[in-house]
């Protein structure tokens, strides 16, 4: 029961934290592609670091795994929401920008991710 209050809380927090980087993003008048991919890109890079640094040298099965890696940034992320403004490119017949996001994206999120796991592994 304890790890799900925390997946709850974290996931709130990291919802939360993506919505006002919509705000942000509408305020500074960016596509909305855009807010997505640095989510995206965000989280992957502190889930490496976490990982890296807390969850795999310690065993680390508490808040840093269940409030942190799966509630904060599971709610920050936005895997989905990237998929469906993906199909909606593909469906409007935008295939270079559709294709463009998902290699940019992937990319970039796998080189954030690898970059926190060296960054974590310094740091434990």
Known sequence: MRELLMVALGGALGAS????????????????????????????????????????????QGIWRY???????GGFTTFSTFSMQTI?????GRWLPA????????????LACAAGAVIGRHLA
């Open 67 to 73: 409030g942190i890696a799966i509630g904060l940034l």
């Open 99 to 110: 294709v463009a996001n998902v290699l940019v994206s992937v990319a970039l999120c796998l």
């Open 88 to 92: 909606g490119l593909f469906m409007d």
């Open 17 to 60: 934290a993506r919505y006002g980087l919509d705000l942000a993003g509408t305020a500074l008048r960016l596509h909305p592609t855009l807010a997505i991919g640095v989510a995206n890109v965000a989280g992957s890079f502190v889930i490496g670091i976490v990982t890296a640094a807390i969850i795999l040298p310690h065993a680390e």
